[in-house]
């Protein structure tokens, strides 16, 4: 069975920082891997998705990237804002999806 | 606009009363799948399915049914509700490819259930 594991669990920043959340998988043999953020009591919001034979993604201030041999992707944000504040999620697709537990951001203003 | 939806979402019921939570989704989209959400154990499946009329059990499936008889919808039925079934429920849909690369999952915005 899949086991996908988050760290950190939270994470506090001032504005303006650069930023790296972690996710770590314990079998490679996934097709993708998925971002997502999560407001409180909100529904999931799509990031970026990484297809298995991908290395990174971008999308405007997050660049994720995924390293299957070693099981382990890495989400990057440039220059955190308070809008960031939310919980990151990310879920690899193994024939099912499987979560890992998130880590919540808080950006101080 | 591309989305999933759900209804309703928020429901406050009793034990033993049935109910059915609809998720309907507009990209015709092949697979469509049921999670809940719980603090501290996180996102978990309940139900997924790859096509119309195909359905299968994903890792909490006691206590929940699902059907698809139509592309679009995957309706969540609970037979007879239990307290530990309160929880935030999701439904996701993604487009399945001739390979098994699901692409991008699209969420509903969730279903708040309490069940006393």
């Known amino acids: 069975k899949q086991e996908v594991t988050q760290i950190p669990a939270a994470l506090s920043v001032p504005e303006g920082e650069n930023l790296v959340l972690n996710c770590s998988f314990t079998d490679s043999a996934i097709y993708n891997l998925q971002w997502f953020r999560q407001d409180p009591g909100k529904g999931l919001t799509s990031l970026l998705l990484i297809q298995s034979s991908q290395r990174e993604q971008t999308s405007g201030r997050l660049n994720a990237s995924l390293d299957k041999s070693s099981g382990r992707s890495t989400l990057y944000i440039a220059a955190s804002q308070p809008g960031d504040s939310a919980t990151y999620l990310c879920a690899v697709d193994f024939n099912k999806f499987y979560f890992g537990s998130g880590t919540k951001l808080n950006v101080k203003p | 606009e591309a989305q999933v939806t759900q209804n309703p979402r928020y429901l406050i019921t009793v034990t033993g009363k049935k109910l059915t939570v609809t998720c309907s989704q507009n990209m015709n989209h092949e697979y469509m799948s049921w999670y809940r959400q719980d603090p501290g154990l ?51 849909s993604s487009l399945r490819g001739a390979n098994p690369i699901y692409g991008t999952r699209f969420f509903g915005p969730g279903t708040r259930l309490t069940v006393l």
């Open chain 2, 42 to 92: 996180g996102l978990r499946q309940i139900y997924y399915s790859m096509n119309v009329e195909v359905t299968d059990k994903g890792d909490v499936p006691e206590g929940y049914k699902v059907s698809r008889k139509e592309k679009r919808n995957f309706p969540l039925i609970l037979e007879s509700p239990s307290p530990n079934q309160t929880s935030l429920y999701f439904c996701a």
